[in-house]
């Protein structure tokens, strides 16, 4: 409470240096010595430019300049294509594009008569006649009137790229992606440059899974826990965009070492009444999704609501060797254990919001979004134990486990912003949200000794319910100040409090028959709080003409309190002060060329997927449990960043270096014949890298694009007395081909080599899907056929540990085939109007899981 009134006090101070009953004009982009802020949902995505195939221009030393405005609110219009034409003909003799102020300026020109043609996605072309002298001619403004292009019923604005490449980040923009076309998000996720995505769904950026997944800018309570098993909940087809952040600046939350992975949703800004209505059936997923958007004047409503069903079929093989002691030979015991089953679940996600714009300079936005999904998996597993050597005795026994996961969640949130006339980038916002995530994960084995089926009567019984929850409240306020037109300062504070539960209890049964019994050794309730306070300023300046820079820094407190219910005892605080300084330095040769270097000391707190002291023996030979007493990771991370246009094409390259002090890494001891696998902070990482995009379009109708990332990583832990080393790397490729306005085709493939780990070795993989679309119905519909990975039924996810005491390989078979047909209607009337900006919430601050064993 404390925390929340001092971001209140802030909130008020700031609100007094405002100018009463003054009028605003629309926000104006932000500087190039700014990195930007994640789009607002809905609000148009500058695409990468359209290609320029130039001839060889004349030389002289004439000039043109200019600058580029929407007509209607009169800010610029950033990355717009300028294009030089002859007095007559359509091939261009020079050309480049607007900068963030809507800026642009050709050079060496020889004099004479020519038409000067700008262009940007949802503008109508300008066309005018230029005279070019020996000298320096400035055009002044020049306003770029928006434009709607009535389909029947349906208002379509334009294309653009799927893959954009901007200073400080690269979006991936999956509605121009029809291969996600009734996929889930771990799809859609899997083809963003910088990002990798295992078959389990794991998500890792530059070979590290330390990041932090938004929704619109702000955390999500489907985010909460597991996000392997939260990005199968949401659907690819609400899905706009996806931005990867690898340098935040210092409004972002600390949290995030890797960087920040931002999923937009779609939403539509415009005036009038609209909405869509899709479904897909495919082999191991089906879907629908319904939207609605009606915006009347001040007022806006936008929702979406989808449901989802799946089934997946598993097998397992686990090889286990335990020897004496380090640097033994000798074999102690082995381990075999077979396993399979299905694994059969659903639900549904929806939200809603309404915006509200009682004045030109005033905005309020609330918004609700929930989630429900149930799932339910049967298995048999076969355990094999052979003695050799020492006092155990052999075991032989098949366990058959009846395991569900229930989960359900919902975020409220609300945004006031207000914004100045006269001073288009001078802004002040506030913003608070609550979240809560509530996880039910109940199982029922039966064991049968001496066999290797699950048939007769039982031996041995065991039943669990495991209740977690988390409540979290952010409170947020954010004030931003030009400074003439290249400076600026950003100030801000932040509160978040979080409350999570872990209530556990197991019931156990020796015998044919009896009553269940607790097992007071291994049930307990166990309550964890976090508060978290923030304050933030960072200041933006030239170094000169063609270079600027940006230094900020960022203040957390944390403070913890940790307490079980049946032991008083084991109470424990903790409290820290981190400071985590960011800055950047930009240098733009010319329009959409820039040399950027960064450096920023992010944090990484562990959620209670790492915390959770609740002890899984479902496989009584391999344990996991979390670790409550986890202490936050530090990562200081370095990037050279190089992006460019070339006739068209899209060039981006980049050199980067973390390093990861009191790293959270998964750690398996073994307790008798049992490997335990937990957490601790017992490593220090280190990473060296590099990464390639590109994007060129050969034809008119063919777009391709692929990007690369090869990262040479080293661990090592003094509390182990282990270090691990070794080079990763992925590759994949995207290609688009237009057949006809109304047919296209797309594909995808990425190889992804084997990672490291600080006790082993994850296996390769790769993954390549294949769509077409055909437009349908006056273009108001459209279907698309899709097929995954569809050479081959199922993939192994095979991981190796090695530790001095035991080896441990283990194979994940799954089910990775997949055809999938979709269906999508599009229906209403409606009309451009600009959106009004509006802030989120960004809590970038926590480390969430990911599918357990994997690093």
Do not use: C
Not at 199 to 215: D, T
């Amino acid at each position: 409470m404390k925390n929340a009134l001092l971001v209140l006090a802030f909130s008020v101070a700031i609100l007094g240096t405002t100018q009463a009953g003054a009028q605003t004009a629309a926000p104006a982009p932000a500087t190039p010595a700014r990195p930007a802020a994640p789009a607002p949902v809905g609000a148009p995505v500058p695409a990468a430019p359209k290609p320029l195939v130039l001839p060889e221009a004349p030389k002289g030393s004439g000039r043109l300049s200019g600058t580029v405005l929407d007509a209607a609110s009169k800010k610029p219009v950033e990355f717009a294509t300028v294009a030089l034409l002859p007095a007559t003909g359509d091939t261009p003799v020079d050309g480049t594009v607007a900068d963030e102020k809507g800026r642009f300026s050709l050079r060496g020109l020889a004099p004479g008569a020519y038409r000067l043609q700008i262009s940007f996605l949802g503008y109508a072309a300008l066309t005018r006649d230029v005279a070019v002298t020996g000298g320096s001619t400035d055009l002044g403004p020049l306003a770029l009137t928006a434009t709607a292009q009535q389909l029947g019923n349906v208002t379509v604005t334009g294309e653009k790229e799927t893959v954009e490449v901007r200073p400080d980040r690269i979006v991936y923009n999956a509605d121009r992606d029809l291969t996600n076309k009734g996929g889930v998000a771990a799809d859609v996720l899997r083809k963003v440059p910088l990002l990798n995505v295992d078959l389990e769904g794991n998500v890792q950026l530059r070979g590290s899974s330390n990041i932090r997944v938004l929704i619109n800018n702000k955390p999500s309570s489907i985010l909460a826990g597991n996000l392997a098993d939260a990005l199968k909940q949401l659907p690819a087809d609400q899905i706009a965009s996806v931005e990867v952040i690898t340098t935040p600046g210092a409004k972002y939350d600390g949290e995030g070492t890797a960087g920040i992975v931002n999923i937009i949703l779609k939403k539509n800004n415009l005036q009038g009444v609209s909405g869509n209505v899709g479904a897909a059936a495919g082999n191991r997923s089906s879907n629908g999704n319904l939207g609605l958007n009606v915006r009347r004047g001040k007022f806006g409503v936008s929702s979406n609501a989808s449901g989802y069903v799946y089934y997946s079929p598993s097998a397992s093989n686990l090889r286990r060797t335990n020897f004496d002691g380090p640097g033994s030979d000798n074999v102690v015991s082995t381990l075999n254990q077979d396993g399979n089953g299905d694994n059969l679940g659903g639900g549904g996600y929806g939200r809603v919001s309404f915006d509200y714009d009682p004045a030109k300079n005033h905005s309020f936005a609330v918004g609700l979004s929930g989630s429900l999904n149930r799932n339910n998996s049967n298995s048999e597993q076969v355990n094999n134990l052979q003695t050799l050597a020492g006092p155990a005795p052999s075991q032989l026994f098949t366990r058959a486990t009846d395991y569900e996961y229930q989960s359900q969640s919902y975020d409220v949130n609300g945004t006031y912003t207000r914004t100045f006339e006269g001073q288009p980038r001078r802004e002040w916002s506030v913003l608070g949200q609550h979240s809560r995530n509530r996880n039910l994960q109940p199982y029922a084995l039966n064991q049968f000794d001496n066999q290797f089926t699950a048939a007769g009567l039982p031996n041995y019984r065991e039943s669990s319910d495991n209740l977690s929850r988390n409540l979290e409240t952010t409170l947020q306020t954010d004030y931003t100040h030009p400074i003439g037109e290249k400076r600026s300062v950003e100030i801000g504070a932040k509160t978040i409090l979080r409350r999570v539960l872990s209530d556990y209890q197991i019931d156990t049964l020796r015998g044919e028959n009896g009553t269940f019994l607790t097992d007071f050794q291994r049930s307990n309730r166990f309550d964890y709080d976090q508060n978290v306070a923030a304050a933030y300023a960072t200041y933006g300046f030239p170094l000169g003409a063609k270079v600027s820079s940006r230094l900020g820094t960022r203040l957390e407190r944390t403070d913890i309190v940790g307490r079980f219910e049946q032991n008083d005892i084991t109470r424990f605080t903790n409290g820290y002060t981190s400071l985590l300084p960011n800055a950047s330095v930009s240098y733009a040769r010319k329009p959409g060329n820039t040399l950027r270097l960064a450096y920023s000391r992010r944090i990484q707190r562990p959620l209670i997927f790492y915390l959770n002291p609740y002890e899984n023996r479902v496989d009584k030979f391999n344990v996991s449990r979390g670790n409550p007493q986890l202490d936050p990771e530090f990562t200081d991370s370095y990037e050279l960043n190089y992006s460019t246009f070339v006739k068209g094409s899209v060039l981006n390259f980049s050199l980067f270096t973390r390093q990861t002090n009191n790293a959270i890494e998964a750690v398996r001891t073994q307790r008798l014949d049992t490997t335990v696998t937990s957490y601790a902070n017992i490593a220090r990482n280190r990473s060296y890298g590099g990464s390639v995009f590109g994007s060129f379009k050969p034809t008119t109708k063919w777009e391709v694009s692929g990007s690369s990332t090869f990262t040479y990583v080293f661990l090592r832990s003094g509390f182990l007395n282990t270090t691990n080393q070794g080079l990763i790397f992925n590759i994949n490729a995207n290609s688009t081909y237009k057949f006809t306005k109304a047919l296209s085709a797309q594909f995808f493939g990425g190889i992804n080599s084997s990672r490291v780990l600080l006790q082993g070795r994850a296996a390769a993989w790769n993954w390549y899907s294949l769509g077409f679309k055909k437009t349908i119905l006056k273009e108001k519909g459209d279907i698309t056929l899709n097929a995954d990975n569809f050479l081959r039924a199922r993939r192994d996810l095979s991981s190796n540990v090695n530790t001095p005491f035991f080896a441990l390989e283990q194979h994940n078979y799954i089910a990775l085939r997949g055809i999938r047909l979709a269906f999508g209607y599009r229906f209403g009337k409606i009309e451009n109007a600009p959106p009004k900006q509006r802030r989120s919430i960004r809590n970038d601050d926590t480390k969430a899981g990911e599918t357990q064993g994997q690093q």
